[in-house]
């Protein structure tokens, strides 16, 4: 079962002095994806590593299910959450498989479902158990490492998993391909996360709600759409880029502003849960200012044309 | 008498001193090996033991083996501890220094995700810190290991039997077979233990790629 976290008035400030996080207050609902946006040192990885208590708040308290973080025990708490970390951080000494092993281990599992859970997960992750089982880290490309990195993180069935820049040190295409995977294996799995990210990009992608932070202090909290129609102020405006109207397109459902029924021109063709951008690059392919929208067995429900989906646009900003 | 000759008479005493040299080595090597790795552990870990411990030993390497093994005698006597001691303190050296700069060379962020995952400070140590530096902890060994093999010849000064008993023979007869014999005798012994132990390297850093 997943578990909500909670962050209540956390604030945290370092041996120098200098304030990480600021009176950081959220709640990541059971099963959904919450991202930690903003850039280097606005306090998004401290505030992360709060959670696992690999750093301990100045004041407030973190609620994991429920439950205060710092009334669980310390091994318990982090045997609970699986952790991503930016590089990675796989065990060079060991192979794929003890790599993936290691929390089920401590934890005392019996040696056949720990061997059963890796195969699992590797085929989870889209890695072939029989190949990839004994190969050394090193032996792996950094996009098969981290597949790696997200198997062990799953290994012990964590109710909440921490990810740190994921996929920070990948290759654009490896990247887009795992944050694909990841959405697929969050469909499945619907764990709770929260995702540390200074790209904006995967954020929209990847979370239900993002919390912009900057200075340690939370900027803007709302859904992908909600952040990109409204940034809070310049700030966030600027984290999401001069194309931050093309993010919005790309994150709304073309269903969601159609018009019902049929009629419309025989102009471009787009499936109901095609994004508004897709609906206006069929467009642009089909030389077309207006396209029918399809239902998932084929039928025609709607239509759609540019100027709704500039008007859409421009009404949410 | 030639090689042949003198190893016919005196293959027994041979042997005997052959199996003591390699006693000796073994105990030194393994006590030093205990204590190189655990101050090397405890340099890695707590700062004001580095500022003691590293002064400290570079001291005692800094001296000549002869002088070690002349304060020994009035402290601990003539014989077996008189020798031992002394001579694997010099051994302690290099396997602490490298413990020391492996466990530093070990990935941070290695270090960080396996606390945050929930193993204990014991176990990220045991089973993670130490494996990973295990190739640079096995080279110290390795220079430890051959230097202690041709500096405990010089135990047979202190009335310690080892392959060092033919060469101080050989120089106080003017009698050149035991003096060769103990001198082959000991090099062949430094080179395998060397070879043997670049293999364990070997093997180490394998296992990490």
Known sequence: MAQAIEFRHVSKRFDNGSLAVDDLSFVVEAGTTMALVGPSGCGKTTSLKMINRLTDPTSGEILVGGRSIAATGLLELRRSLGYVIQYVGLFP?????????????????????????????????????????????????????????????????????????????????????????????????????????????????????????????????????????????????????????????????VAKIMTSGGGGAAGARIAEQGSLEEALLAMLAAGQPDAVVLGSDGQLIGSVTAADIVRSAVRRV | MTLLDYLHFQGDLVARLAWQHMLLFGLSLAGATIIGVGLG??????????SVVVPAVNLLQACPEVVLLAV??????????????????????????????????????TIEAATGIGLTPRQVLLRIELPSALPVIISGIRVSAVMLVSVLTLTAYIGV???????????????????????????????????????????????LS
């Not at chain 1, 029989?130 to 990195?149: I, T």
């Not at chain 1, 921490?162 to 969050?186: S, Y």
């Open chain 1, 93 to 253: 000494h060991m192979t794929v498989a003890e790599n993936i092993g290691v929390v089920p281990h401590l934890l005392g599992w019996p040696r056949s479902r720990i061997e059963a859970r890796i195969d699992e997960l590797l085929d989870l992750v889209g890695l072939a158990p029989r190949e990839f089982r004994d190969r050394r880290p090193r032996a792996l490309s950094g996009g098969q490492q981290q597949r790696v990195g997200v198997a062990r993180a799953l290994a012990a069935d964590p109710p909440a998993l921490l990810m740190d820049e994921p996929f920070g040190a990948l290759d654009p295409i490896t990247r887009d391909r795992l944050q694909d995977e990841l959405i697929q294996i969050q469909r499945k799995l619907r764990k709770t996360v929260v995702i540390v990210t200074h790209d904006m990009d995967e954020a929209v992608r990847l979370a239900d709600r993002i919390a912009v932070l900057r200075a340690g202090k939370l900027v803007q909290l709302g859904t992908p759409a909600e952040v990109l129609a409204s940034p809070a102020d310049s700030f966030v405006a600027e984290l999401l880029g001069r194309d931050r109207l093309l993010k919005l397109l790309r994150t709304t459902p």
């Open chain 2, 41 to 50: 552990v405890a340099v890695a870990r707590v700062r004001w033991v580095a």
């Open chain 2, 161 to 207: 039997e080892s392959l060092g008993t033919l060469i101080v023979q050989g120089i106080a007869r003017m009698d050149p077979a035991p003096l060769i014999l103990g001198s082959l005798l000991t090099a062949l012994f430094a080179v395998a233990v060397n070879y043997i132990l670049v293999g364990a390297e070997r093997a180490a850093v394998n296992r």
């Open chain 2, 72 to 109: 020994s005698i009035p402290l601990l006597g003539i014989g077996f501890e008189g020798a031992l001691i002394p001579l694997f303190v010099k051994g302690v050296l290099p396997i602490l220094r490298n413990t020391a700069s492996g466990l530093a060379g070990v990935d941070a962020r």
